[in-house]
């Protein structure tokens, strides 16, 4: 079963204006992890937060951890068109004795310019 | 950082027949993993593909179905058995460096 759960599932917005998404996961992480795939494409990773760090920055993404809820959120400031992708938390931990990594259900984003 | 590569990168399969699916990293790895994506959905864990031992698989897998070949640490195969239009999906690969999850491209197989 997924792992995370994101919401919205969709979201709409004008060039220029923010985007945010959220992720919410159930059990204990050693990291998160914000992928995009934009439509047929692979994955590209965006950023990774470890469970001891609370808000992480790289260009204009900003990443929010909240283990204490199990909830992160992801920030795109200044959205561009070219930011229109799917957006997918994914959250590593260990599971049944095996590290591995769980997709949450994922953002569309559209920008429209 | 770690390249990875898959082979094929598409394939249109009749119903009953197999698809194996190469996934080559350019360094060693310990970790490697394979992930399905059916259409307009999220990644799903197939397996964790062990190198010198047997795979392991998640709720829902099983080996007969998805077997799986890590012969070396750099790379490993997926075959998709007994195909049928349910499994018209991307196939990733992937395989952690670190903390970081690196994927290929995807393999896009469509059944007919």
């Known amino acids: 079963s997924q792992q995370g759960e994101e919401d919205p599932q969709a979201l709409s917005i004008q060039e220029g204006e923010n985007a945010t998404m959220n992720c919410s996961y159930k059990?204990?992480?050693?990291?998160l992890q914000w992928y995009r795939q934009n439509s047929g494409r692979g994955l590209v990773h965006l950023i990774l937060?470890?469970?001891?760090?609370r808000e992480k920055h790289s260009g204009r993404l900003r990443v929010t951890l909240d283990t204490s809820k199990k909830s992160s959120s992801l920030l795109i400031t200044a959205s561009r068109a070219a930011d229109t992708a799917s957006y997918f938390c994914a959250t590593e931990g260990i599971s049944g004795g095996y590290q591995k990594v769980t997709f949450g259900t994922g953002t569309k984003l559209q920008v429209i310019p | 950082s770690a390249v990875i590569s898959q082979k094929p990168s598409r394939d249109i399969c009749q119903r009953g027949t197999s698809l194996t699916i190469q996934c080559q990293v350019d360094?060693?790895?310990?970790?490697m993993f394979w992930y399905r994506q059916q259409p307009g959905q999220s990644l799903t864990l197939i397996a964790t593909?062990?190198?010198?031992?047997?795979?392991?698989?998640e709720s829902g897998f099983v080996i007969d179905k998805f077997p799986i070949s890590r012969p070396n640490l750099t790379f490993s195969t997926l075959t998709v058995s007994n195909l049928s239009p349910e499994d018209s999906s991307i196939y990733l690969c992937?395989?952690?460096?670190?903390?970081?999850?690196?994927f290929g491209p995807g393999t896009r197989l469509t059944v007919l």
């Open positions: 593909a062990n190198q010198g031992s047997e795979a392991t698989y």
């Open positions: 937060i470890r469970s001891n760090e």
């Open positions: 360094s060693q790895v310990t970790m």
């Open positions: 992937s395989a952690g460096s670190g903390n970081e999850q690196f």
């Open positions: 059990t204990s992480i050693n990291n």
